[in-house]
């Protein structure tokens, strides 16, 4: 089983930029693909950005495209999400997740395992 503890949170003014790192550890990273996703208050959990194990393709959420890049180094057993031109609308709890199964990363459905998230504040 794999473990993730997420990283890098805090509070940034709109316009600024963060990088979330998640680390991996337990039985293997390999074979799985990787997810970022937030929460804010009040609303439910939503997908933000995913990348494939087998090939490191990347996808993301529309609200996310173009802002923000997921990327994977797997030698470190590391996920990272950089976000630039944060809006307050990005205010969230920031949490990563694994799946061997990229599709449930997508639709948010069953997921394997969760980090225990961090807290992105975006100031206006």
């Known amino acids: 089983q794999v473990q993730l503890v997420e990283s890098g949170g805090g509070l940034v003014q709109a316009g600024g930029s963060l990088r979330l790192s998640c680390v991996a550890s337990?039985?293997?990273?390999?074979?799985?693909?990787m997810g970022w996703f937030r929460q804010a208050p009040g609303k439910e959990r939503e997908y933000v950005a995913a990348?494939?194990?087998?090939?490191?393709?990347?996808y993301y959420a529309d609200s996310v495209k173009g802002r923000f890049t997921i990327s994977r180094d797997n030698a470190k057993n590391t996920v990272y999400l950089q976000m630039n031109s944060l809006k307050p609308e990005d205010t969230a709890v920031y949490y990563c997740?694994?799946?061997?199964?990229?599709?449930?990363?997508?639709?948010?459905?069953?997921?394997?395992?969760w980090g225990q998230g961090t807290l992105v504040t975006v100031s206006s």
């Open positions: 990348i494939r194990w087998s090939d490191s393709n990347t």
């Open positions: 997740a694994a799946d061997r199964v990229l599709l449930k990363l997508l639709l948010v459905r069953n997921l394997e395992v």
């Open positions: 337990g039985r293997t990273f390999a074979g799985y693909s």
